[in-house]
């Protein structure tokens, strides 16, 4: 499939591991990563965020399906997602800042706008 990044990993692991970065991403609002990961992490966290925007049962828990900590699902309906209540998508912002120093892979800022 074309667009899709494999990472390195099986499935499953790929999966556990985008996982854990967009609830980390989440809960801090800012994730210092590679370049690629951030490109991959930047659409499941603005799903998220669209998901806490319709405020039902429904998508609260399709959204803890995805994310691993239930104190981050219920950061991401009562507090992010108001924020961007007029807001129709783009909500993360990625950054380019050089090359990690121990084997040069191109490192970037993923944040919250």
Partial sequence: ?????????????R????RQQVTDFLDMGRMETTVTRAKEIAPMAEKM????????????RQALSFITREDVAKKVFD?????Y????????????????????AEVAVIELI
């Fill in 79 to 83: 507090e992010i997602a108001p924020k």
């Fill in 1 to 13: 499939m074309p667009g899709t990044r494999k990472l390195g990993k099986t499935t499953a692991q």
């Fill in 85 to 104: 209540a007029d807001r129709n998508g783009g909500y993360t912002r990625i950054t380019r800042i050089g090359a990690r120093r121990g084997d040069a």
């Fill in 49 to 60: 965020i669209t998901l806490g925007k319709a405020k039902d049962l429904a998508s609260y």
């Fill in 15 to 18: 999966m556990a591991m985008l």
